[in-house]
């Protein structure tokens, strides 16, 4: 096979809506791949679904939690199945971190070996960087994400977000946000450079479009905030002045700013209104409490100041919207009381891309049959810290 500068440079130069046409072309000259099928992860993180020309061809879609595609997404990891003279080997498409998918390619066993993996997954790897870059120019692969129609809130919400998990040396990030088909105003987004994690969590008002559109508005405003290099107060000054400007008080948006040094561990952080934290660290479950301020717009020239704590090498940490901690149970049990913290434990082995979708699924438990009636947002942190070259440092065993 070309080497894996060869298949990029395959893949650069195929058309957005080819890209599954060349992987074919390319496993089919090099392994006799007699069938390969690129496997989208869903909206809600519970289907793989097909790429296929037409929108309505769910044709092939697979469980997440129960299927042989399912097992490599879930690890991470290439799984290999043998039935007579075929095998099917199902190969991770993720960026940095962020499971986009899964390819599944079925070989003859006679041009099959354990030592081709590696060649495998970097055809995976490269169309996961293409994908990416297509997405800006086609449609099939996000038509290929949906179970069901997105509501046009759900379509702009999932559009903000910068990715549904992130992996680098110093930390593991996973988010998830529901129902993934119709909510409203909850978000996330982050931002890395060489030294500093940027990290805003927004728990919106109200319900549809206009949530939808005050998220936007709000998270814009960060962002334009924070590529002019302002300090994070004047970040979150910034964007409650457009808030406040728009909807003059009418409407207003609850927000969690955080910016982390990866070299010390160091957060700095502006908790405007009601996203939460919960800390796990050596087996314990504790709220990080800070002193809310007023959320982004409900005044005019509201002034910002920061606070600041600190993670070490093996803490977790857990982002809520109001959505999910204060869910009550139908005995009238609120979520964040003692549910929360089983979660939190029953979850703590799993991997930060999982948690989320994990923790989100305790909560339809407690919630049984009562009808939700907000989003619900899960974000996860996993921190390594530096150990001052650039590496991740050994865990903390003590609070200090």
């Known amino acids: ?41 869903d909206y809600a993180l519970a ?11 769910t044709s092939g879609s697979v469980p997440v939690h129960t299927s042989d595609p399912g097992r490599a997404f879930g690890a991470q990891e290439a799984h290999v199945v043998t039935r007579g003279n075929e095998v099917t080997v199902h190969l991770p498409v993720s960026v940095r971190g962020d499971r986009l998918a899964v390819l599944s390619a079925v070989l003859p066993a006679d041009a099959y070996a354990p030592g081709a993996l590696g060649d495998l997954q970097e055809v995976a790897d490269a169309l996961g960087h ?18 069901a129609r997105l509501t046009l809130a759900a379509e702009m919400q999932w559009q903000l977000l910068p990715g549904r998990s992130c992996s680098r040396p110093e930390y593991d990030l996973g988010g998830q946000l529901e129902p993934a088909y119709a909510i409203f105003g909850d978000s996330f987004d982050w931002s890395a450079s060489a030294d500093d994690l940027i990290l805003t969590v927004n728990n919106g008002m109200g319900e549809g479009i206009d949530a939808a559109l005050l998220t936007h508005l709000a998270v814009s405003a960060l962002r334009n905030a924070r590529r002019a290099g302002l300090t994070l107060a ?20 609850a927000m969690l700013l955080l910016r982390f040094c990866l070299r010390t561990g160091e957060v700095e952080v502006v908790d405007a209104g009601s996203p939460r934290i919960w800390r796990l660290r050596a087996g314990a479950v504790e709220a990080v409490e800070l002193e809310a301020q007023l959320p982004l717009g409900m005044f005019e020239d509201t002034v910002y100041t920061t606070q600041r704590f600190r993670v070490l090498p093996g803490d977790r940490l857990f982002f809520l919207s109001d959505g999910v901690y204060d869910v009550v149970s139908p005995r009238g049990e609120r979520y964040s009381l003692n549910a929360l913290t089983r979660a939190v434990m029953s979850t703590r082995l799993l991997p930060p891309s999982q948690v989320p979708q994990a923790v989100l699924k305790e909560l339809a438990v407690h919630r049984g049959d009562i009808q939700a009636s907000d989003d619900a947002m899960v974000l996860c942190l996993d921190w390594h810290g530096r150990d001052g070259r650039g590496g991740a440092a050994p865990a903390a065993r003590e609070d200090n």
């Open 234 to 253: 004047d970040q979150a000054a910034l964007a409650d002045q457009a808030v406040y400007g728009q909807h003059q008080g009418d409407q207003y948006l």
């Open 1 to 41: 096979m070309a080497t894996s500068e060869g298949v990029e440079r395959i893949l650069r130069r195929a058309a957005p809506h080819e890209l599954v046409d060349r992987v074919r072309e390319l496993l089919s000259l090099r392994f006799g791949a007699t069938s390969v099928d690129l496997l989208m992860a």
């Open 47 to 57: 289907r793989l679904q097909p790429v296929a020309p037409r929108a309505d061809d």
């Open 130 to 147: 293409e994908l990416l870059v297509a997405e800006r120019d086609t449609d099939l692969f996000l038509r290929a994400r949906r179970a």
